[in-house]
């Protein structure tokens, strides 16, 4: 019997699953492979750090899925794809053998490993422990702050991006929310912040981040983090008790160590149909992967979800009929409805060049976040 391993839970491997719900894949089994039976809706997360939704809003029960998809899931990571896409190596050493492989592993935070002190004293938004350690820490501070007068809590998000924008003003209501004044800091290497965006989104933006009193720093390269400050290229040291790490994208320790295709950046590359360039039958999406024909398509959530449909209309062709079937090609959007909680019941939209700062842009984020969360609901 053929077997496709799925690694990672992100979300195109939750489609590839919801359709197999809906319609077996004949021909094989299919074994999932990811670090936790649960993943969580990054769109969500902010609202997480805020205190609008539960943990358990924005989950995804990944071994239920599997069970509903007639797949078999392992609680595990993996170290290596084979060149060949015919095996995994786990962590831990064992080797998988399979015949298709599709991977859904996302990526790091840039500057991990080679930012001293990003290991030992930053938190982060992916995955959900990190997230989770920083609101309980960030509730201790605040109940300190509120209770004895204490002024020693500060914070600070390293990452101008929209996942950096959205959280540090989550940080600021949360803090409002408790009575606290807590410093905040947005640093960014960049000489602007939320460079994926148009200029209007990003003026409108740093008028609402300068409204809510958070100290914008960009072009401002972090060479280090200690257990109380932030320290910068120019030598200058913001305090912050409570630091974010939030820059871009760079590979994980599985893409790197696995001989496969890569960018220049180092993410596997693949096709337009999402097969690894070498021709073995390894497929992708997500932050995870490049594309060879399209470079400029950014590592953002809304293109793994569209990539999705593609990936398990390909999965499903060449598992029943083989790798050469998978013929179904994903076409990147350059424009996409975009949508940032400001934290202040409102969020900002841009849709076709027009931005919106107001509640109704708040209210189709909500709406579009819960539908998206339900269709891939369980039931028991």
Partial sequence: MRRLVLLGGGHAHLEVLRQAARRRFDGGEILVISPSAHSHYTGMIPGFIRGRYSEGALAFDIAALARAAGAVFCEGRAAEVAADGRSVTLEGGELVACDLVSADVGSVPAGRDSVSGVREFTFGARPIARARALVSTLNAALQDARERGSDAA????????????????????????????LPLALIDGGQELLSEFEPGMRQRAARVLA????????????????????????????ASTMTVWLTGAAPAKVTELSALPRDPAGFWQV????????????????????LLDHPWVPKAGVYAVRQAPVLAVNLRAALERGATAATRVYSPQRKYLALLDTADGRALMRWRGQVLHGRAPLWLKHFIDARFVRRYATRA
Avoid: N
């Fill in 211 to 238: 409204a809510r009193e958070i100290d914008v720093r960009t072009g401002a390269d972090v060479t280090a983090v200690e257990r109380t400050h932030v320290v910068l290229a120019d030598g200058s040291r913001i």
């Fill in 271 to 290: 096709d337009g149909t999402l097969r690894s360039t070498g021709g073995a039958p390894v497929w992708g999406a997500g932050d995870c992967v490049s």
């Fill in 154 to 181: 500060s914070a600070c998000v390293v990452g101008g991006g929209a996942g950096g924008v959205e959280i540090v003003l989550a940080m600021r209501a949360r803090a409002e929310h408790h009575g606290v004044r």
